[in-house]
Structures are given as structure tokens and as C-alpha cells.
């Protein structure tokens, strides 16, 4: 079984940094695009940022300049770093993988975390 596991999440001051962590583990042969999303309550999941396994980039409008998203391929942990946070910042962040696993050697799947909470304080 593959398993995503997020961490870093916790309570933020307005214009405070942090640094969320997410890694795959289980029978994986390899990790293709990883991704993080957020949802704040009563609000839809949102594309945060996403990384290719070669490292191309992408993010989302809201965060563009203040969020970096990376990763390192031996790990298979993707990683997002937060500056200038802002109250509207606050949601659950969930990590999204494409992972091939030894359940299936001809597929990438899609997998998700569970979330962490971040909160940003104003």
C-alpha cells in the first residue's frame, strides 16, 4: 500500500512563514507529479502549487510569489514553503502524488494525504 503523509501544518502569524513536508512511502516503484492542494471551510479544494518529477513548476494565482513548492526524487517527499502568509492562507493542505506502485507496474495513480491544518492569525 502507498501512503502519503503530510506534516508542518499548526498556527501561523500574519506575515509568518512555514514549511509543509509530505512523503510517499509503501511499495512504490516510482513518484511522478506531486501537488498540493487546500480547502478552506466551505470552500472548494484549490491547486496550490505542483512539481514534474523534473522540477517544471506551477502555482496557483493566490500564492504566486510567496509560495515555493519542491522536492527530492530520492526521498519521494514534496515539500511547500510559505512566506508573507495571509489570514486567507488558512485551510487543510493536502498532498497529491502520482505514484506507481508493485500493485501496478503499467499505471501512475493518483494519491492522496490526509491533510494538515495550517491557521494564519491575524
Known amino acids: 500500500q502507498v501512503q502519503l503523509v503530510e506534516s508542518g501544518g499548526g498556527l501561523v502569524q500574519f506575515g509568518g512563514s512555514l514549511r509543509l513536508s509530505c512523503t510517499a512511502s509503501g511499495s512504490i516503484i516510482g513518484v511522478s507529479a506531486m501537488r498540493w492542494y487546500r480547502q478552506a471551510p466551505g470552500k472548494q479544494r484549490d491547486l496550490v502549487a505542483s512539481?514534474?518529477?523534473?522540477?517544471?513548476?506551477n502555482y496557483g494565482d493566490s500564492v504566486k510569489g510567496r509560495f515555493a513548492i519542491s522536492r527530492d526524487n530520492a526521498k519521494d517527499t514534496v515539500y511547500l514553503q510559505g512566506n508573507s502568509l495571509k489570514p486567507e492562507d488558512t485551510a487543510v493542505y493536502y498532498c497529491?502524488?502520482?505514484?506507481?506502485?508493485?500493485?501496478?507496474?503499467?499505471?501512475?495513480?493518483?494519491?492522496w494525504g490526509k491533510g494538515t491544518q495550517v491557521t494564519v492569525s491575524s
Open positions: 497529491n502524488a502520482d505514484v506507481m506502485s508493485t500493485d501496478d507496474t503499467t499505471h501512475y495513480y493518483s494519491r
Open positions: 512539481i514534474t518529477s523534473g522540477g517544471a513548476t
